[in-house]
């Protein structure tokens, strides 16, 4: 196509190259119009509707900030923020307790690490639902994991979480941990990876013993991989949706509820639109604050 | 033994050797363990489940359930099991990994090769709209997509897909195309190749490994995607929504063999893409947390 409009065209150098000025923009901008309306657009869109009285259907009269005073005054997103900090907190301290053990160790010269490292990652390329169905049954009393140690003959093991209001939560992490653990250990090892063995053998030398050779040199050197599993796990657990649907339900009650869910039921099945989208808002702020001070500076750093 | 690790500046002993493959192998065993549990009991009779230990492999063997979460299950209301499920994933799947996919690198040799001011901002809103929560765009996407007829239908999915897909693609390109001399471009440009010949004869030739993150990234993530399959799907629904129906039914004797086969057809591609091209796979997750 462009070599017919160069043949025709080669004596107006002029208009050609304007062309070519103008080809790249072209290109991009189905993308970037997608991008300001989809994304920017809706983003927008759903801010309005959260100051707005949308309850079955988007409405346009504005009432302040009421749907926001209204949502912080309910017991059931209180209920879901707190799950959220608990899953939160648990699942990135966890993830990246195992993520990093693994690493370390995986780092240590290991036969059939290529065997092993596949193993921890799989479970990566499964979806939420097909680890929540797993783990539902394998949690479940009944027939999993209780039932199983009671037919091996430890008759008192009991193990009901799932069942169980209070601790219900727990056994979200433990599904999550269970899928992304293997993949911080991999950010871990290829920070481990990176580390110039001349530092460390430096240190061995001055007589640093392999405690102090992590605590005092290696760990220090993996702080961007901490970050970059901070932030990867922060974003994922405030998105955090599909596996508690699949485990949980949201349930026993509303005790595994997250705010993910919670936006869901309270737009598109009780009918309070205004208020789902104002939780909506707050979830995308949360993520925001996390993420773009770390784009910024990524961004800025490749350049 | 102990030769094996000399040439790593950190020693350890043969205690503590085998002390580190007993952590690593018990780790091995967590990960594996549901895993097993789904495949040991999609080959058993109901019976074996309810009334016997989940650990076991089946006394009997059959495949019934299979045959049954692939065709006669109930999904809803309808006993057709997850076959036509798994027919909408895959005609939502290719179409939005193939147009995700091919934006995405055009927007990567846009933004690499034929920089203009302000490109970088342009960049950094593209990226994080990947990280959004896709609640925040829940409810007007959907009235679009009743308003363009879209709604419940495949290509409304491939069109939400490939809208929410191309940040990650664009970042992968871009990632990738920076590295490549801008010298070779400059060169084909003074010798009068365009846009698209340079694209095409130059990037297009060494953009195969990257081509294959994009594609294994695009495809588990939108594979594996419920929520905009339970939002927007409607009678075209997506292979984790009929899942996930499946499993959650209320009606009936729960067939928890059905549920397990039914699961691991759903993982099924994810895991035999993971197999096959696990390398590329590792790659693309690693670049998704941006660092390149």
Redesign the interface.
């Known amino acids: 196509?462009?070599?017919d409009?160069?043949s025709t065209q080669v004596t107006d150098t002029d208009l050609r190259t304007r062309l070519?000025d103008w080809?790249?923009?072209l290109?991009?901008s189905?993308?970037?119009a997608?991008?300001v309306v989809?994304?920017?657009?809706?983003?927008l869109?759903?801010v309005y509707?959260s100051f707005s009285g949308s309850r079955m259907l988007?409405s346009y009269d504005l009432i302040g900030l009421a749907n926001y005073t209204r949502l912080w005054g309910l017991s059931a997103w209180w209920t879901a923020v707190i799950n959220l900090a608990i899953f939160a907190s648990l699942y990135i301290a966890i993830c990246t307790a195992?993520g990093l053990?693994?690493a370390i160790?995986?780092?240590?010269?290991?036969?059939g690490e290529g065997m092993?490292r596949?193993?921890?990652?799989?479970?990566?390329?499964?979806?939420?639902?097909?680890?929540g169905?797993?783990?539902?049954?394998?949690l479940d009393p009944g027939?999993?994991?209780e039932?199983?140690m009671h037919?091996?003959g430890w008759e008192s093991f009991e193990f009901g979480w799932i069942k169980d209001r209070n601790m219900a939560i727990y056994t979200i992490v433990i599904a999550a941990v269970?899928q992304t653990s293997?993949?911080v250990m991999?950010?871990f090892l290829?920070g481990l990876r990176g580390i110039d063995?001349e530092i460390?053998?430096a240190?061995?030398i001055d007589g640093a013993s392999?405690w102090n050779?992590y605590r005092r040199i290696v760990i220090p050197l993996l702080r961007?991989a901490f970050l970059?599993?901070f932030?990867?796990l922060a974003?994922l657990a405030?998105?955090s949706?599909?596996l508690v649907?699949?485990l949980t339900?949201g349930g026993p009650g509303r005790a595994t509820e997250l705010?993910?869910t919670f936006?869901?039921s309270y737009?598109?099945t009780r009918n309070q639109?205004g208020t789902?989208?104002a939780?909506?808002?707050i979830?995308?702020m949360t993520?925001?604050a996390i993420?773009?001070p770390?784009?910024?500076a990524?961004?800025k750093e490749?350049? | 033994m102990a030769a094996?690790?000399q040439?790593?500046?950190?020693?350890?002993g043969r205690i503590t050797?085998t002390f580190?493959?007993l952590?690593?192998v018990l780790?091995?065993l967590?990960?594996?363990?549901?895993?097993y549990?789904?495949v040991a009991?999609s080959l058993k009779p109901l019976g074996e489940?309810?009334g016997?230990?989940?650990?076991a492999l089946p006394g009997t063997w059959t495949i019934e359930p299979w045959l049954a979460a692939w065709s006669t299950a109930q999904i809803g209301v309808e006993p057709t099991g997850l076959k036509p499920y798994f027919l909408n994933s895959i005609l939502m799947v290719v179409p939005a990994v193939a147009i995700s996919t091919v934006?995405g690198a055009?927007?990567g040799?846009?933004?690499t090769k034929?920089r203009?001011p302000g490109d970088?901002i342009?960049?950094?809103?593209?990226?994080?709209?990947c990280?959004?929560?896709?609640?925040?765009?829940?409810?007007?996407?959907a009235?679009i997509l009743g308003k363009m007829g879209l709604a419940g239908s495949i290509p409304g999915l491939v069109l939400v897909h490939?809208?929410?897909g191309?940040?990650f693609t664009?970042l992968y390109y871009r990632n990738y195309y920076?590295a490549f001399p801008t010298e070779l471009v400059r060169a084909a440009m003074i010798d009068?190749a365009?846009?698209?010949?340079i694209f095409w004869r130059i990037l297009l030739p060494v953009s195969g490994p990257i081509t294959v993150v994009s594609v294994i990234w695009q495809f588990?993530n939108i594979?594996?995607?419920?929520?905009f399959g339970?939002?927007f799907g409607g009678q075209s629904q997506p292979m984790?929504v009929a899942?996930?129906n499946l499993?959650?039914s209320s009606t009936g004797v729960k067939e928890?063999n059905v549920?397990?086969a039914g699961?691991?057809l759903?993982?099924l591609p994810?895991?035999l893409?993971?197999v096959v091209a696990?390398r590329y796979?590792?790659r693309g997750?690693?670049a998704?947390?941006?660092?390149?």
């Open positions: 196509m462009s070599t409009a160069m070519q080809i790249p923009k290109v991009l189905p993308s970037v997608m991008m989809f994304v920017y657009g809706f983003i869109y759903t509707l988007p195992i053990t693994l160790l995986l780092d240590q010269k290991i036969r092993l596949p193993i921890y990652l799989y479970p990566m390329a499964l979806s939420f639902i097909v680890t169905t797993a783990w539902k049954w394998f027939i999993g994991l039932n199983t037919l091996w269970w293997g993949f991999a950010m290829a063995n460390l053998k240190a061995q392999n050779l961007p970059s599993a932030v990867i974003h405030v998105k949706y599909d649907i699949a339900g705010p993910a936006m869901y737009t598109f639109m789902g989208a939780s909506a808002v979830m995308l993520i925001a993420m773009m770390y784009l910024y990524e961004l490749k350049k | 094996v690790t040439d790593t500046a950190i020693r350890t050797r580190i493959y952590v690593l780790f091995a967590f990960y594996l363990l549901p895993l549990v789904m009991n489940i309810t016997g230990n989940m650990m934006l055009l927007n040799y846009v933004l034929w203009f970088n342009l960049f950094g809103l593209m990226l994080f709209s990280f959004i929560p896709f609640q925040i765009v829940l409810i007007p996407m009235t490939v809208v929410y191309i940040g664009t920076a009068g365009g846009f698209f010949r588990t594979w594996n995607d419920f929520l339970a939002s984790t899942l996930n499993v959650q928890y549920h397990f699961a691991i759903a993982a994810t895991l893409v993971y696990g796979f590792v997750l690693m998704g947390s941006v660092k390149g």
